[in-house]
């Protein structure tokens, strides 16, 4: 069992930055698939972005292409978002999971593991 720990959310205004943080307290991320999911209220959860446990790329959604970047620090056994120029729109509650040897996915259905979320607002 792979217990997932966020950190890193709030509230910043529109244009800013916020990096979340995605870690495993007692396990090792370096062999799993890591991927952020986020969900707005009344929206269906939505895969943001994902690095492979495999090979070591990354993927993102159309909707965040260009502005978020994700990457692990394997000595901190963390993995990372970085989110800049946010918009009102990446308002939601966001999520860590991870999946033992996956590839990549944005699909929920294939992640194991799931963080408790950290809410993400962004408002003037």
């Known amino acids: 069992q792979v217990q997932l720990v966020e950190s890193g959310g709030g509230l910043v205004q529109p244009g800013g930055s916020l990096r979340l943080s995605c870690t495993a307290p007692?396990?090792?991320?370096?062999?799993?698939?890591v991927a952020w999911f986020r969900q707005a209220p009344g929206k269906e959860r939505e895969g943001v972005s994902c690095?492979?446990?495999?090979?070591?790329?990354?993927v993102y959604s159309d909707s965040v292409k260009g502005r978020f970047s994700i990457y692990r620090d394997t000595a901190k056994n963390t993995v990372y978002l970085q989110m800049n120029a946010l918009k009102p729109e990446d308002t939601a509650v966001y999520y860590c999971?991870?999946?033992?040897?996956?590839?990549?996915?944005?699909?929920?259905?294939?992640?194991?593991?799931w963080g408790q979320g950290t809410q993400v607002t962004v408002s003037s």
């Open positions: 007692g396990s090792s991320l370096n062999d799993h698939a």
């Open positions: 999971a991870a999946a033992l040897g996956l590839n990549w996915s944005l699909e929920h259905q294939a992640y194991d593991y």
């Open positions: 690095c492979s446990s495999v090979d070591g790329s990354t």
